[in-house]
């Protein structure tokens, strides 16, 4: 059975600039997670959708930061415009319902 | 609010034992999850405990006491590769995953 699937694995950009992460859930589960990780730190929930509805955005920036997943299934997480603050590692995670998550090999942002 | 605690850093020798423990506070529970982490990578999946007791698995195991607010991972036999970060998380009332902040493990030889 296939994980989870992110692109890029890395990606370099210049402050005020966009950029779009994608991810390919588990097949079958219809539970799909955007997380923040800073280094040394826990993920930190973005966005997590149920199928596609937005079931808790309470912690996206919704200034800066939006997301999308169409059909229920992949889904687009974009910064626009991206800020020094935003470097981090995204991972995008999914699971059946509210069983075990199981995560992408995340993206690493890294904005000068 | 929500806290979940756990030791920054431990460091052992291969071929020991170690815990790394976790304290929580939480609106409600749901069940609590290992993960571990190595550097670079992402979390993957080691335990859940959602009744008391002690749960184990191979090498490792992990105990939960819900009264105390209170689990820990046991790791034996130490391997080098075991040097990761452990990351404890809770479920609370909403369904919510709660994240501590990890706990990086050094294993020397």
């Known amino acids: 059975e296939a994980g989870v699937v992110q692109s890029p694995r890395y990606k370099i950009i210049e402050k005020k600039q966009p950029v779009a992460f994608w991810c390919n859930p588990i097949?079958?589960?219809?539970?799909l997670y955007w997380y923040l990780q800073n280094l040394g730190q826990g993920p930190e929930l973005l966005i997590r959708?149920?199928?596609?509805?937005?079931?808790?955005d309470s912690q996206l920036p919704k200034d800066r930061f939006s997301a999308e997943r169409l059909k229920g299934v992949d889904s687009t997480l974009k910064i626009q415009p991206a800020e020094l603050g935003d470097s981090a590692v995204y991972l995008c995670?999914?699971?059946?319902?509210?069983?075990?998550?199981?995560f992408g090999p995340g993206t690493r942002l890294t904005v000068l | 609010g929500q806290n979940i605690d756990q030791p920054t850093e431990m460091t052992a020798t291969e071929g020991a034992i170690v815990q790394i423990n976790c304290t929580y506070q939480?609106?409600?529970?749901?069940?609590l999850f290992w993960y571990q982490q190595h550097a670079g990578e992402a979390p993957t999946f080691l335990s859940y405990?959602?009744l008391d007791g002690l749960e184990e698995k191979g090498r490792f195991s992990s105990f939960l006491s819900r009264s105390k607010g209170y689990s820990y991972l046991l790791l034996k036999e130490l391997q080098m590769k075991d040097s990761a970060s452990y990351l404890c998380?809770?479920?609370?009332?909403?369904?919510?995953?709660?994240w501590g902040a990890g706990t990086k493990l050094i294993i020397k030889p």
């Open positions: 998380a809770v479920i609370d009332s909403n369904y919510q995953l709660i």
């Open positions: 995670a999914s699971s059946k319902s509210t069983d075990t998550q199981y």
């Open positions: 939480t609106s409600g529970f749901n069940g």
């Open positions: 959708y149920e199928n596609e509805e937005a079931v808790d």
């Open positions: 097949s079958g589960h219809n539970t």
């Open positions: 405990n959602v």
